[in-house]
């Protein structure tokens, strides 16, 4: 069974760059059949899709996003990654990561258990 | 961005009811909807992809059915581990938005 997990940071700077990595374990990021994502919800609130990258390393962002954020992945690793740069408060969240199945559109099938990530000085 | 909005938002039900929770698109999306349920500090869980088809080990009670703008799930018969918030999701297009979400509390 896939299992997923977010590490980095729980505190980021205003104006930095927020890191975050998901490590998969019982999957492979390079399996064709899957893409992998990133969603984040702030306290009390909905659910906000922040992109996804494919296995060909090909990526999709959410327009909010475009001009700050970018994914990658490291297969050697087993993990991909989330860069989301000149944060500010607004940014603060719970951060998802997403492993995605292909069925009438990339839904969401295994999640991580969430990361907070608070901006402040 | 093609708006998702969720009714009602707020339900509050018995165990045993049936509930019905409606997403409704701002266009045709065709079957490119998916719904989640999340509980108190927990990651969203899928339950329907496809607007109807039901992901493993998801029970039965849970059903998804709709095309086009207007979708719904409905649960059969509340059991207590269903009070949770439920998220539909839509993923036709550029870029993937969630409903605002259906608060399903205990009458």
């Known amino acids: 069974q896939v299992q997923l997990q977010e590490s980095g940071p729980g505190l980021v700077k205003p104006s930095q760059t927020l890191s975050l990595t998901c490590t998969v374990s019982?999957?492979?990021?390079?399996?064709?059949?899957?893409?992998w994502s990133w969603v984040r919800q702030p306290a009390g609130q909905g659910l906000e899709w922040i992109g996804r990258?494919?296995?060909?390393?090909?990526?999709n962002y959410n327009p909010s996003f475009e001009s700050r954020v970018a994914m990658s992945l490291d297969t050697s690793r087993n993990q991909f990654s989330l860069n989301l740069n000149s944060v500010a408060a607004a940014d603060t969240a719970v951060y998802y990561c997403?492993?995605?199945?292909?069925?009438?559109?990339?839904?969401?099938?295994?999640w991580g258990q969430g990361t907070l990530v608070t901006v402040s000085s | 961005d093609i708006r998702l909005t969720q009714s009602p938002t707020f339900l509050s039900a018995s165990v045993g009811d049936r509930v019905t929770i409606t997403c409704r698109a701002g266009?045709?999306?065709?079957?490119?909807l998916a719904w989640y349920q999340q509980k108190p500090g927990k990651a969203p869980n899928l339950l329907i992809y496809?607007?109807?088809t039901l992901q493993g080990g998801v029970p039965s009670r849970f059903s998804g059915s709709g095309s086009g703008t207007e979708f719904t799930l409905t649960i059969s018969s509340l059991q207590p581990e269903d009070f949770a918030i439920y998220y539909c999701?839509?993923?036709?297009?550029?870029?993937?938005?969630f409903g605002q979400g259906t608060r399903l509390e205990i009458k």
């Open positions: 266009q045709d999306i065709g079957n490119y």
């Open positions: 990258i494919y296995t060909s390393g090909r990526t």
């Open positions: 997403v492993r995605e199945a292909f069925v009438s559109g990339w839904h969401g099938d295994s």
């Open positions: 496809g607007a109807s």
């Open positions: 999701q839509r993923l036709e297009s550029y870029p993937i938005t």
């Open positions: 019982g999957d492979s990021v390079s399996s064709g059949s899957y893409s």
